[in-house]
C-alpha cells in the first residue's frame, strides 16, 4: 500500500513538512508503522499549489528518502495546500507516470489502497471512463483509474456524490466478476481550496487515516513545538499515520467516512457507495 499527507493552511515550507516532523513522511518511506509494509519505496510525488490555479507536480520512481532532488526542491518550496504520497506498488509498473498525486486541471488526487483483482476488472472500469477523458491517463493504476472514474461520474461538482457513485461502480462491476471485496481505499481529493478525504473498504476494515486537531490548542498544551509555532491557526494536516506522537495532535478519521476541510472548517459526514 502506500502513505500520503494532505496539507492546508499558511504557506509552509515543504522541508518543515516533509523532512522534520518526529515521523515525517520522508521517514515513513522507510519505516512506516501503520501501512500493510514497512517500506513505501515504489516512488513518491509532491503537489502543490502557488499562484496559478494548476498544482506542480514533482515525481520520483526513487525512494523518498534517497531522492536528493526532492531535499533541493523541498528547501527552497513553500505552499498554502501540499499533497505528498509515498508509493508501495500493488503490482503496476514502477515509474513516473503511476506516481501519485494525478492530476486534471486545478485537481489532485491520491489514493492508499486497491482494487482486489484489478486486472479482472480493468477492462470493464475502462470502458466506463467519459471517452474524452480517456486519452489524459498516462499510467496503468487502479488508482488513477479510480480518479477518472470519479471525473466521469462529476467530481469537478460534487466531490463526495461523485467518489460515491465511483466506488458504487467498482463494487457492482467487481462483485459481477466473483470479487467478495472489490475496494479499499482512503483517498484524498483537492480542487486547491477545499480537501476531501475518504476513507472507506468493501470489507469494512480500512487502512488508517488522521486528522490534526486544532493547532491554536495545540499550541497551548505544547508552546516549545517549533513546528507548531509556524503554522497559522487553520492549518489542517489528514494523514495516513500520525507525524509524531504528540499528545492531543490526532484524531483517528471514522471507518466509513469522509473528511471535509475548508478554511479553518473541517467537518466529518458517513460515506456510503451510490449504485451506478
Not at 518543515?16 to 517500506?39: C, F, H, N
Not at 495532535?249 to 466509513?256: D, G, I, L, T, Y
Request: charged share 20%.
Amino acid at each position: 500500500m502506500c502513505r500520503w499527507i494532505a496539507y492546508s493552511g499558511s504557506p509552509v515550507n515543504l522541508e518543515d513538512l516533509l523532512y522534520k516532523p518526529e515521523r515525517s513522511l520522508v521517514m515513513q518511506s522507510k519505516y512506516s508503522r501503520l501501512g500493510v509494509e514497512t517500506i513505501n519505496g515504489d516512488g513518491f510525488g509532491v503537489g502543490w499549489y502557488s499562484t496559478v490555479p494548476r498544482p506542480g507536480l514533482f515525481h520520483s520512481t526513487d525512494p523518498a528518502w534517497n531522492d536528493r532532488n526532492l531535499r533541493e526542491l523541498a528547501a527552497l518550496a513553500w505552499s498554502g495546500r501540499v499533497f505528498a504520497h509515498i508509493r508501495a506498488s500493488t503490482g503496476t509498473a514502477v515509474q513516473q507516470t503511476n506516481c501519485h498525486p494525478f492530476r486534471h486541471d486545478r485537481w489532485l488526487w491520491m489514493h492508499n489502497g486497491l482494487i482486489n483483482d484489478f486486472l479482472k476488472l480493468k477492462r470493464d472500469l475502462t470502458l466506463a471512463v467519459d471517452p474524452a477523458l480517456f486519452p489524459l491517463i498516462q499510467g496503468s493504476t487502479d488508482s488513477e483509474l479510480f480518479f477518472y472514474l470519479a471525473l466521469t461520474l462529476g467530481l469537478e461538482k460534487d466531490p463526495p456524490g461523485a467518489v460515491a457513485r465511483a466506488v458504487g461502480l467498482i463494487e457492482n462491476i467487481g462483485r459481477q466478476h466473483g470479487v467478495e471485496f472489490p475496494l479499499q481505499m482512503t483517498v484524498a481529493v483537492t480542487d486547491g481550496e477545499t480537501t476531501w478525504a475518504f476513507r472507506y473498504s468493501s470489507e469494512g476494515r480500512s487502512r488508517s487515516l488522521f486528522r490534526s486537531t486544532d493547532i491554536s490548542a495545540l499550541r497551548a498544551l505544547h508552546p516549545t513545538h517549533e513546528l507548531l509555532q509556524g503554522l497559522s491557526g487553520d492549518a489542517r494536516l489528514v494523514v495516513s499515520e500520525p507525524l509524531g506522537d504528540l499528545e492531543g495532535a490526532w484524531q483517528e478519521v471514522p471507518e466509513a467516512s469522509y473528511l471535509v476541510v475548508h478554511g479553518a472548517q473541517a467537518e466529518v459526514a458517513p460515506f456510503a457507495p451510490i449504485p451506478v
